[in-house]
């Protein structure tokens, strides 16, 4: 049985834009707070409603217990627990592990639109860890750390410059670091190749990969790849870092996102619309 999910949700400001509502996936050591800071409530500003939920065993949501024993299958569950409420086909938004379960999720289901935020690649985290083993040997350390033992054993100063930019106040990065909590084993082997993505590009629903053009754990070059593996639209920001909705330019991506979504739904129809296309040619790709 399925343990009980924290959920928060927003109805849509004075202008409803979409009966689509979106729904946020967070990622990897974090919770539905990550979303609640900014995306939750500017989106419905915009006319959107949006739900963000805490995955089992994080925030406040049940498992914690059985939390290192969660698999990518049990959090694709915990999605379709939260999308079955809705009564419209969502928009899906995840960032890192979050990606990589709207990936898994659209194996089997539909969605409207789908944005993947510095998610982690459909072959999984074995290309990303490797090049952050090899260029940054000490934030590869961090990340085994802060896995192996917990936030307390962090160089919040190292890990700070790879999450969040300079711009972010201190005090405020602290309080982030402050609430990450350490991810499910299996969740994160299943990411190491057991359990990768099998996906069509034909069957899938417009797709945008949103990535930081300096991003130290997903590197864009895999933004890019994920865009091209899986026929979508992408984008790169520079001046943000991997957390993009908690860093202090967060508005520079859900800006982007939203005039991505605006530009994908059909005027007469209100339905979102993949252009007829197989791959993005990289020099074609939106560069910010």
């Not at 609640?36 to 959107?48: I, R, Y």
Request: hydrophobic share 40%; aromatic share 8%.
């Amino acid at each position: 049985m399925s343990p009980e999910l924290e959920i928060f949700r927003r109805n849509p400001g004075n202008k409803p834009k979409c009966k689509n509502p979106i729904v946020f996936v967070h990622g990897a050591f974090t919770g539905a707070w990550c979303w609640n800071e900014h995306f939750l409530t500017w989106f419905a500003d915009q006319g959107f409603e949006t739900i963000s939920f805490s995955l089992r065993g994080h925030g406040g949501s049940g498992g914690r217990d059985l939390r290192s024993l969660a698999s990518i299958d049990d959090y694709v569950e915990d999605l379709e627990t939260v999308v079955d409420t809705l009564g419209q086909k969502p928009i899906l938004i995840g960032h890192s592990m979050g990606g990589y379960i709207i990936q898994k999720y659209l194996e089997k289901h539909k969605a409207a639109a789908a944005v993947l935020m510095a998610s982690v690649p459909p072959e999984g985290l074995l290309a990303s860890n490797t090049m952050m083993a090899m260029a940054k040997p000490d934030l590869y350390l961090q990340m085994f750390w802060l896995q192996a033992i917990g936030p307390h054993t962090l160089l919040r100063d190292r890990l700070g410059r790879a999450m969040l930019s300079p711009d972010i106040a201190e005090d405020e990065g602290m309080i982030y670091f402050g609430r990450l909590e350490t991810e499910s084993h299996r969740a994160l082997m299943d990411m190491m190749g057991a359990n990768p993505v099998f996906l069509s590009q034909t069957d899938l629903p417009p797709i945008l990969a949103i990535g930081a053009r300096n991003d130290e754990i997903i590197q864009s070059e895999l933004v890019n790849h994920t865009a091209k593996r899986l026929g979508a639209d992408c984008i790169l920001l520079d001046d943000i870092a991997h957390a993009m909705m908690l860093d202090a330019k967060w508005e520079k991506a859900s800006s982007q996102i939203a005039k991505w979504l605006e530009k994908k739904r059909g005027r007469k129809t209100g339905q979102y619309l993949k252009e007829d296309r197989s791959l993005i040619d990289y020099k074609k790709r939106i560069q910010f």
